[in-house]
């Protein structure tokens, strides 16, 4: 049972549709015990028997309401005859009405046009009224600034009396009624040419002469004219202001005062000379949006304008001003010079930014200048030095090419454009370039500054360094970084093949001329020692050597001090350095003063570029030194005991020396050229023994 | 001597001195002294190229009074010509400098027959005549040169260490002298007596150019060029036809040329040699042709056409050579301390070394085309 009554199409289930009698009793007969089977049969009869009865109450009420409905039937049929006669009277009624109402129309029509022509007339005379009181109501309406009624007035009227100008009763009042519109239109025009009308009150006269029927070009000029002497006025008064006011406060005053009356000036001529060609508009806005933007530079460049953030925001309202400004006029010149301002704060800002990063980078140099005058002998960390002098240089630029690149924030009326961002990546490699270029010719400079040797050698070569590193390294990460930047704010924004090769050509010069002088001034310093102590002594009434003289040792020590700053700079790199500068001098083999010899034996150029490198350095600095004292040498006369003193001398050098450059070779043949050189000036060369100027050059 | 080839001639001795013979009109003829110690061994060598041949013909002098520092012939008479030299005393050991006046026997150098050339091949060295020695006051005094009046055959400037003496070549007194006031402790490198006035001297002072009126007390110069070179001032020599005009060289290895009345800035500067340049000469008929020497061990031909080509008003009048060294002549081993072109013909110079070797060159061709043509 409980599984039949689950499904409703079931035909077991003995309230559904698809029941099966047979079905179901076969089931039950299969399924229930005799028991069940008894207490079905019960159910199911007392069920039937409830079904019985119900079924007989529905019949018996179902007759008696068809009963009722018969009779209300019934009842229906006697009344619609009633209703029938009703309907006739009615009917009559409505005919006599009729009738009637035409007749009453009739009698009514002609009564009716009679005041209709009455009507008309009264118009008419109306009209001619108002005519004849044209004058007065014009001169009243003049007399009390209601320009507009009065040419109101005078246009409505204007029609008729041309009709009727001819007849005489008119003809006066025209002739009056032109008289008082000339006076109106000069007034108007005087209005016109009056300084202190308003730019809506100007456009409201040139509208009413306009309808007087003037003609259109004197009134273009006239207006324009007129908008021109009011315009000055408010440039006069915003170049009172440049010196005063912020650039946020002058934008501000600008827009409002003359940037308005411009809008205002322009949509008016749009409205009144609709048709009209626009060959005057653009030429008088031109005019004035150049004064306006040359005063807007004057203001740029003010000392105090310089924070990009007031510069940018200032340029911005500016911008979007002139923006729709240019949309009013329609002329792609105000537009173009828009730009032009535009592009000019850029470039402005970039000269600032590259300026203001060399001034700071001369006073760093200046304060390097003065500690290393400060140190004395002690020596300073120069690689300390090297960093923060590089590091700062590299922040600035970073930092100014940051400040650039806020031209290009989206929020701005300029930012997105694509001509901004041109200018902006040429400004920003604009500030690299120049900024690097200055610091050579800086470098350059301050290098070739020879004849006052204030500049110690140790900054000069920190400046080579400086130029080298940044040739090698600084330009390309600046320029990434650039790359990087305008990534980041202007994607597909870059930076054409720029010139780095220039740049790079510069740094380096200016780090060759850098150490070239540097060389020159260590071997200068130790040739002069030389020359002053050689060209001083009497080699002639010289004693017998003791020890070499104090000068060797100040020479070496001068050439030390120099080998170190420069071992701090340039590390000594690992294969020797081809030293393609030989020249001059010969270098031999050992204690041979022959000619022969020196044709078989390569030169060796004294002044010549140094390498950076701390072995080229010194080799260039022992260079210029020792070919000092084989010419100084050469000039004087020597004894026997001068010559053994030179002996010493030379030895300890060599001693002492070796240490230093990377060329022995070098080294000795210049202190043998020394020696022999002094052997021919001796007037009796006997040199000591070598073991003895061994041991005398220990014993000093 | 061909095109880019140059005559050598070797000596025996160190030498440092070299001069044209001025009053020579025709031959091409240079004098050199030799530096030695040892005595009686310096000589005068008068060396001629003849300039059909090529061939160099050389006679040789005697100097037994000291080693030649500086030798110059005169211009007033070709035989003539002074030598400053320096001699060492074995006894006193001690070495005293002078000047001397010579007049050559003869200024014929190319044998004339077969006996002259059987001498000439012998090289046996003649005798000069002595004319007149002048030595310094006080004996240790160093004497760096003495200089021919250029008009006045009487008159000669002896420059010494810190002043300069101007003596009458036949008395040998003192007519004059320059010493500059404050006694400053830089010495004088050298010195020449100016082409104008015939009375101005030019000394070398350290790194700068004094130039004094012998007429005056001269306490002031009369114009000067200070720190005409960073390093000491070697040699100048006056440009003949521009009258402001000289050159001069130093030991920053720089050959500058300057205008005088504008002495700050010189108007020509180069920086072609590699060491100290120790001489500096105008080419007497070509002024835009420059020689210098250093001790590089190179004489260099410059041009400085620029300076030379334009009119009173700085115009440039042509452009015939590019500034700049036009040759550089490198047939020497050690420093070129004298250079100097010849004073008859003006293509043609000669250069000498202290490993003695005079090197006669010319002018290339090209050049010389360029400039003439």
């Known amino acids: 049972m409980s599984e039949s009554c689950k499904d409703k199409e079931n035909p077991l289930d003995i309230d559904g549709s698809n029941f099966n009698s047979e079905m179901y009793l076969e089931c039950l007969l299969k399924c229930a015990s005799l028991r069940q089977v008894m207490d079905k049969e019960a159910e199911v009869v007392t069920q039937s028997q409830f079904l019985q009865s119900e079924m007989q109450t529905l019949v018996y009420e179902n007759y008696n309401k068809f009963i009722s409905a018969t009779e209300t039937v019934r009842k229906m049929r006697s009344d619609f005859q009633i209703m029938q006669e009703e309907m006739n009277k009615l009917s009559e009624n409505i005919n006599n009405i009729t009738q009637f109402s035409a007749k009453i129309s009739d009698n009514l029509k002609e009564s009716g046009n009679n005041v209709n022509r009455l009507c008309s007339t009264r118009q008419l005379l109306d009209k001619l009224q108002f005519v004849f009181l044209l004058p007065t109501q014009l001169n009243k309406a003049i007399q009390e600034n209601r320009y507009v009624d009065a040419v109101h007035d005078y246009t409505h009227a204007q029609r008729v009396l041309q009709k009727y100008g001819d007849q005489p009763s008119f003809q006066s009042i025209q002739t009056e009624c032109s008289d008082i519109i000339c006076d109106l239109k000069k007034t108007l025009r005087e209005r016109l040419l009056t300084p202190d009308t308003s730019a809506s009150e100007l456009a409201e006269s040139v509208g009413l002469l306009r309808q007087l029927q003037e003609t259109d070009s004197s009134l273009k000029d006239i207006f324009l004219k007129c908008a021109e002497n009011r315009l000055e006025q408010h440039l006069k008064n915003l170049n009172a202001i440049v010196e005063n006011v912020d650039l946020l406060e002058w934008v501000e005053k600008c827009n409002n005062t003359l940037l308005a009356d411009l809008a205002i000036v322009i949509s008016c001529y749009h409205d009144i000379f609709q048709d009209s060609d626009n060959a005057y508009l653009p030429e008088f806005a031109d005019k004035v949006t150049t004064q306006v933007f040359n005063l807007f530079q004057e203001v740029v460049k003010k000392p105090e304008n310089i924070g990009t953030e007031i510069l940018i925001r200032g340029l911005d309202k500016f911008f979007r001003k002139l923006q729709a400004m240019s949309e009013i006029i329609s002329s792609d010149s105000v537009f173009n010079k828009a730009q032009d301002v535009v592009i000019q704060c850029i470039n402005h800002k970039a000269t600032m930014q590259y300026q203001v990063i060399q001034t700071q980078f001369k006073e760093n140099l200046m304060r390097v200048r003065q500690s290393l005058a400060s140190k004395g002998t002690e020596a300073a960390d120069l690689k300390e030095i090297l960093n923060s002098l590089q590091i700062h240089l590299m922040q600035k630029v970073q930092a100014s090419l940051l400040d650039l690149i806020a031209f290009l924030q989206n929020k701005l009326s300029f930012g997105l454009k694509p001509w901004c961002g041109r200018a902006v990546a040429d400004a920003c490699w604009t500030v690299i370039s120049e900024t690097l270029i200055n610091l050579s010719d800086m470098v350059k400079n301050m290098a070739s500054m020879q004849t006052s040797n204030n500049i110690p050698f140790e900054l000069l070569l920190i400046l080579a360094k400086l130029c080298l590193e940044i040739q090698e390294n600084g330009v390309t990460t600046l320029h990434s970084h650039l790359l990087k930047l305008l990534e980041e704010s202007a994607p597909g924004l870059t930076v054409k093949d720029r010139d780095t090769n220039t740049v790079m050509v510069n740094l380096s010069t200016a780090a060759q001329t850098a150490l070239d002088s540097e060389v020159v001034f260590i071997g200068q310093m130790a040739a002069q020692m030389l020359r002053v102590s050689v060209l001083a002594r009497d080699w002639l009434r010289a004693p017998e050597p003791r020890g070499p003289r104090a000068v060797c040792r100040r020479v070496v020590e001068t050439l030390a001090s120099a080998d170190t700053a420069a071992s701090q700079l340039f590390p000594t790199s690992i294969k020797p350095s081809s030293d393609s500068s030989r020249r001059t001098i010969w270098s031999r083999a050992p204690s041979s003063f022959s000619p022969i010899n020196r044709i078989f034996s390569e030169r060796i150029e004294v002044f010549s570029p140094a390498g950076a490198d701390r072995a080229a350095l010194s080799n260039g600095a022992l260079k210029v030194a020792l070919k000092a004292l084989v010419e100084c040498v050469r000039l004087r006369t020597f004894s026997r005991h001068g010559l053994q003193q030179l002996q010493v001398d030379v030895h300890f050098l060599q001693q002492r020396l070796s240490c230093m450059g990377n060329d022995e070779r070098l080294l000795n043949a210049l202190l043998e050229d020394a020696l022999a050189s002094a052997q021919i000036r001796c007037v009796d060369p006997q040199l000591m023994e070598p073991s003895i100027v061994d041991i005398i050059c220990e014993r000093g | ?373």
């Open chain 2, 1 to 373: 001597m061909e095109e880019g080839n140059s005559i050598i001639y070797g000596l025996e001795h160190q030498t440092r001195a070299l001069s044209p013979q001025y009053g020579e009109s025709d031959a091409i003829r240079f004098l050199i002294g030799t530096q030695s110690l040892k005595p009686n061994t310096n000589q005068v060598h008068v060396v001629e190229l003849e300039e059909d041949t090529g061939a160099l013909h050389t006679k040789v002098f005697k100097h037994d009074i000291g080693e030649i520092w500086h030798l110059r012939c005169s211009p007033h008479d070709a035989a003539t010509l002074i030598t400053t030299h320096n001699f060492y005393d074995l006894d006193t050991c001690q070495c005293t400098m002078g000047v001397s006046i010579f007049r050559l026997p003869s200024i014929e150098v190319i044998p004339k027959d077969l006996d002259d050339l059987s001498a000439m091949q012998n090289r046996n060295a003649e005798d000069m005549e002595l004319l007149k020695t002048i030595t310094p006051e006080k004996p240790e005094e160093e004497i760096r040169c003495a200089e021919w009046h250029p008009t006045d055959a009487n008159r000669i400037g002896i420059v010494l260490d810190n002043y300069v003496s101007i003596r009458d070549s036949s008395t040998g007194e003192q007519v004059a002298s320059v010493a500059p006031e404050g006694r400053t402790r830089l010495k004088f490198t050298g010195g020449k007596w100016s082409p104008q006035g015939h009375s101005q001297f030019t000394v070398l002072q350290d790194t700068h150019i004094k130039c004094f009126d012998t007429r005056t007390d001269c306490s002031k110069p009369a114009w000067n060029i200070e720190s005409a070179h960073r390093q000491l001032a070697r040699d100048i020599d006056f440009n003949p036809n521009r009258q402001f005009h000289l050159a001069s060289a130093g030991d920053d290895a720089a050959l500058n040329i300057w205008d005088y009345r504008h002495g700050k800035e010189p108007i020509f500067s180069r920086t072609d040699h590699s060491h100290w340049v120790w001489t500096v000469r105008y080419n007497t008929y070509h002024e835009q042709l420059l020689l210098t020497g250093s001790s590089d061990a190179r004489a260099l031909l410059t041009a400085a056409a620029s300076i030379c080509d334009v009119d009173d008003d700085g115009k440039r009048l042509s452009q015939v050579l590019e500034d700049g060294v036009l040759q550089s002549y490198e047939q020497h081993e050690d420093s070129v301390y004298c250079a100097e072109w010849s004073a008859a013909e003006p293509w043609t110079f000669a250069s000498l070394s202290y490993d003695a070797r005079l090197v006669l060159s010319r002018v290339p061709r090209h050049f010389k085309y360029k400039i003439l043509l």
